[in-house]
């Protein structure tokens, strides 16, 4: 019996070890948000913290924003393996950095332990609606046709070099086979105010920024990134009907340093797969326009791999770099 005892005990000492739940009653699992506190990843990541504490316990955010992502992203890659510190990878930091910056502190590829992709929010194409109707410009195909009989006319602006927005427009290029000239702004938000002022031509904005100013008319929206047409905004077609294959959008993802336990990112991953597939979360994340996209580990870890090596020949067609 004592033979029977100490090895039920043993066990339970070995599932309390892998077990982030059982973790987390002794110390926070602590989420590292490489971006600044009221974004709308931090607000996800903070939705989805509040919805696994049943699960996994308390979990704290902790924004550690800084170099693109790449601040708070380290900070995971080197942290302790054990379950207690996970962190969001995002396009940026997980399939844009890693060719845009000359020195990274972390390994994309092979310095961490996918969970789970969280969300995607679609970017659209969009235009000053001025501009779009002085043009003739309505559709993807108008915009194409113009600046192959306009060479060099046409301008689009972008939050800076190496932004979502700006690899969109070199791969719209790319793509199309025309020229336009970019832009950059400092941040998102003067590159929008540029577009709504009629200083620049088109740019490619994330959809729940733009789509308050699409709604009101003074902006129209050509196309929307992502490969099907977005729920959020059924009427617009994609790029991908004019340019097959065009897909570039917003995700993001939970991710934790690359030795953590199977066991332990099994259930992380199961908490938190179930918490996006949750009715109330999928409704707090529709007013952001965001898309959950629940994931095993191994389908987002093959996904960052696929959106690194489509990024990597965008990023150095555009030759945009940070030291």
């Known amino acids: 019996m004592k033979l029977n005892t100490l090895l039920l005990s043993a066990f339970a000492l070995l599932a309390a070890l892998t077990n982030p739940a059982a973790l987390a009653q002794g110390k926070p699992i602590r989420l590292i948000v490489p971006y600044a506190a009221g974004g709308p990843i931090d607000v996800t990541a903070r939705v989805l913290a509040e919805r696994v ?9 902790e924004n550690r924003p800084g170099a693109g992502g790449n601040i708070g992203a380290d900070a995971v890659a080197k942290a302790a393996p054990d379950g207690l510190t996970i962190g969001i990878a995002a396009t940026a930091t997980h399939a844009i950095n890693p060719w845009l910056y000359k020195a990274m502190p972390y390994n994309a590829a092979n310095d961490f332990a996918p969970i789970t992709q969280m969300l995607r929010v679609p970017n659209v194409l969009v235009m000053n609606a001025e501009t779009a109707q002085r043009l003739k410009i309505g559709t993807l195909a108008d915009l194409v046709a113009y600046a192959r009989a306009n060479p060099d006319k046409l301008n689009y602006g972008s939050g800076g070099n190496g932004s979502a927005g700006h690899l969109a427009g070199e791969m719209l290029k790319k793509e199309a086979g025309i020229s336009a000239m970019h832009i950059p702004f400092n941040g998102g938000n003067p590159a929008q105010l540029a577009l709504l002022g009629g200083q620049v031509d088109f740019n490619f904005d994330n959809l729940a920024t733009a ?67 949750a009715p109330e979360t999928k409704t707090r994340f529709a007013a952001l326009l965001a898309e959950p996209v629940p994931t095993s580990p191994e389908t987002f870890g093959a996904f960052m791999a696929a959106e690194r090596a489509k990024y990597e020949p965008v990023v150095k067609a555009s030759g945009a770099t940070v030291d």
């Open 53 to 61: 504490k049943d699960s996994l316990g308390a979990v704290i955010i």
């Open 211 to 277: 789509a308050p100013n699409i709604r009101s008319g003074k902006l129209k929206a050509i196309a929307v990134t992502t490969l099907a047409r977005s729920n959020a905004l059924p009427e617009v077609p994609p790029m991908a009907d004019t340019l097959k294959g065009f897909a570039i959008d917003t995700w993001w993802g939970l991710v934790a340093p690359a030795a953590t336990p199977k066991d332990v990112l099994t259930r992380l991953n199961q908490a938190f797969v179930a918490a996006l597939n």
